[in-house]
C-alpha cells in the first residue's frame, strides 16, 4: 500500500525560503518509471502542479514558477523535497505530494497522480 | 486562468445523470490522455478516472470518463449526495512540458 505524507513550516515570512518534505511508503523511487509530485491549492481555488521528480532524476517544473522551484529526491530515505524560494502571500496553499503513476495502455504513455498526501497548509504572512 | 477549461458548477438531483466537460488544446487534450480528479470538502484528490475512461479499483462504474478531439467529459450517473465534491480534469502538456489541470467543478447534489 502506497502512502504520502507531507510535512514543514506552516507559518513562513514573506522573502523566506519554504522548505517541505514528502515522506512516503510503498514503492522505492529508485524503481523504473516512478515519480513524485507536488500540487498545491491555495484556499477555495483550483489545483496548481508545481513540480515533478522521475526515478531517474529527471526533473520537472512549473514553467510560471521555475526559477523560484527545487526538487530533489533522497532514495534511500524515501524522501522528495521541495523548496520554494522568495514566498509572497499570494502563495500561501496546502501544498499536497502525490505518488505519479504511469499508464502505457491503448491511451498511450499517461502519467496521473493516484496516491496524494492530506496536504500541508502554508500561510505567507509577516 | 488554468490551462484547461470547465465550467465552474454542476448540479443535479439524486439518480439523475450529470456532465462535466473539459476543455483543451491541441497541446494538451488533443494529444495525451485526461485523468479525473475528485476533492470531497475538506479532503484531498482522489483519483477517479485515468487515461481517459479508466477507473481505478474501488472507483464505482456509475463514473465514466470520455474524451474527443481537444475535449473530454465525465459523466456520473445515478447521482448520489456522497458525490457532492469539486471534480478536476488533468492532463499532460506538451508546451508546458508538465502536468496541467482545470479550473475545477464544482457538483451539488439538489
Known amino acids: 500500500q502506497i502512502t504520502v505524507k507531507e510535512s514543514g513550516p506552516t507559518l513562513v515570512k514573506p522573502t523566506q525560503t519554504l522548505t517541505l518534505t514528502c515522506t512516503f511508503s510503498?514503492?522505492?523511487?529508485?524503481?523504473?518509471?516512478?515519480?513524485v509530485g507536488w500540487i498545491r491549492q491555495p484556499p477555495g481555488k483550483a489545483l496548481e502542479w508545481l513540480a515533478l521528480?522521475?526515478?531517474?532524476?529527471?526533473?520537472r517544473y512549473s514553467p510560471s514558477l521555475k526559477s523560484r522551484l527545487t526538487i530533489t529526491k533522497d532514495t534511500s530515505k524515501n524522501q522528495v523535497v521541495l523548496t520554494m524560494t522568495n514566498m509572497d502571500p499570494v502563495d500561501t496553499a496546502t501544498y499536497h505530494c502525490?505518488?505519479?503513476?504511469?499508464?502505457?495502455?491503448?491511451?498511450?504513455?499517461?502519467?496521473?497522480?493516484?496516491?496524494w498526501g492530506r496536504g500541508t497548509l502554508v500561510t505567507v504572512s509577516s | 486562468q488554468s490551462v484547461l477549461t470547465q465550467p465552474p458548477s454542476a448540479s443535479g438531483t439524486p439518480g439523475q445523470r450529470v456532465t462535466i466537460s473539459c476543455s483543451g488544446s491541441?497541446?494538451?487534450?488533443?494529444?495525451?490522455?485526461v485523468n479525473w480528479y475528485q476533492q470531497l470538502p475538506g479532503t484531498a484528490p482522489k483519483l477517479l478516472i485515468f487515461?481517459?475512461?479508466q477507473r481505478p479499483s474501488g472507483v464505482p462504474d456509475r463514473f465514466s470518463g470520455s474524451k474527443s478531439g481537444t475535449s473530454a467529459s465525465l459523466a456520473i450517473s445515478g447521482l448520489q449526495s456522497e458525490d457532492e465534491a469539486d471534480y478536476y480534469c488533468?492532463?499532460?502538456?506538451?508546451?508546458?512540458?508538465?502536468?496541467?489541470f482545470g479550473g475545477g467543478t464544482k457538483l451539488t447534489v439538489l
Open positions: 510503498g514503492f522505492s523511487l529508485s524503481t523504473s518509471g516512478v515519480g
Open positions: 491541441r497541446s494538451n487534450i488533443g494529444t495525451n490522455a
Open positions: 487515461s481517459n475512461n
Open positions: 521528480i522521475y526515478w531517474n532524476d529527471d526533473k
Open positions: 488533468a492532463t499532460w502538456d506538451d508546451s508546458l512540458n508538465g502536468p496541467v
Open positions: 502525490a505518488h505519479a503513476g504511469l499508464d502505457t495502455g491503448v491511451a498511450g504513455a499517461n502519467r496521473y497522480f493516484n496516491v
